[in-house]
């Protein structure tokens, strides 16, 4: 797909007959997939179905991982994100991403901890400017604003989660990839961070996986379900407009698992 074509579509994000590999096992088969500007897409299914495999795709963290390998392409505005003059850290700045627990950094104050990420070359000045812009976006400044020079595992375990959200916004990414960002948390820390996510979609296009089927309901605006074969390798079975997933899906796979007969 070319960046035009891209562009005509509103589609940032995009896989093209993408697969992933461990050594010889392959995890993720043959997903393709636009992910449309400045909205939340949902990735649902079971556990073992390669929603975390291909997220980790997205950025090329996945390839961090021992023998581990992409095969097809990842479009970024239409262009290949794994081409062979990319620089993988430029990509991991344009797409952030928020993993399952909270991360921040224990020897890092909270201020420390959101710029990890942010731009070099930064005087004291700017620097404090894109953490409060960062922790603002993020719903945190308000409550950390008197204790930057803090730890930051004196937070709450939400709190923990939307400074890291911060840290990865403090890059000015053009997408936020998260992993179950909220399967660690309790309810209140929950709805918190999903009126965050709704927020953050305003100015990032958003790829989220959930096993919370009211969660993808509630907060997506695209729904994509993916399902291991036989072999264990995770496919994509559908993806449409989350309402309608819900209410009128067009494989019986997917109804299956929207209503708890397998999963």
Request: hydrophobic fraction near 50%; aromatic fraction near 4%.
């Given at each position: 797909m070319s960046a035009a074509v891209a562009a005509e579509r509103d589609e940032l994000l995009a896989t093209d007959e993408l697969s992933a590999y461990y050594g010889d096992r392959k995890a993720v088969g043959d997903v393709s997939i636009a992910f449309t500007r400045k909205a939340v897409t949902a990735l649902i299914g079971p556990s073992g179905c390669g929603k975390t495999t291909f997220l980790r795709c997205l950025n090329r963290i996945h390839e961090v991982g021992f023998d581990a390998r992409v095969?097809?392409?990842?479009?970024?505005?239409?262009?290949?994100?794994?081409?062979?003059?990319?620089?993988?850290?430029a990509i991991r700045r344009r797409i952030g991403m928020v993993f399952q627990r909270p991360n921040p950094f224990p020897t890092l104050s909270i201020l420390d901890n959101t710029l990890v990420c942010a731009a070099r070359g930064l005087n004291r000045r700017q620097r404090f400017d894109c953490a409060e812009r960062a922790l603002r976006a993020a719903a945190l400044w308000d409550e950390v604003k008197d204790k930057l020079r803090s730890s930051p595992l004196r937070l709450s375990g939400g709190q923990q989660q939307r400074l890291c959200i911060a840290r990865a916004v403090a890059a000015e990414p053009e997408v936020l990839l998260m992993d179950e960002p909220t399967a660690s948390l309790d309810p209140i820390a929950t709805a918190v961070i999903e009126e965050l996510m709704a927020r953050l979609a305003d100015e990032f296009t958003i790829v989220a996986v959930t096993h919370n089927m009211q969660q993808a309901a509630r907060v997506s605006d695209v729904t994509a379900f993916?399902?291991?074969?036989e072999a264990g390798v995770g496919r994509l079975v559908e993806v449409d407009d989350t309402a309608r997933l819900f209410t009128k899906p067009g494989d019986h796979r997917t109804e299956d698992y929207i209503t708890g007969r397998f999963g």
């Open positions: 095969e097809g392409r990842v479009l970024l505005d239409g262009q290949d994100i794994y081409a062979g003059a990319v620089d993988p850290m993916m399902l291991a074969d």
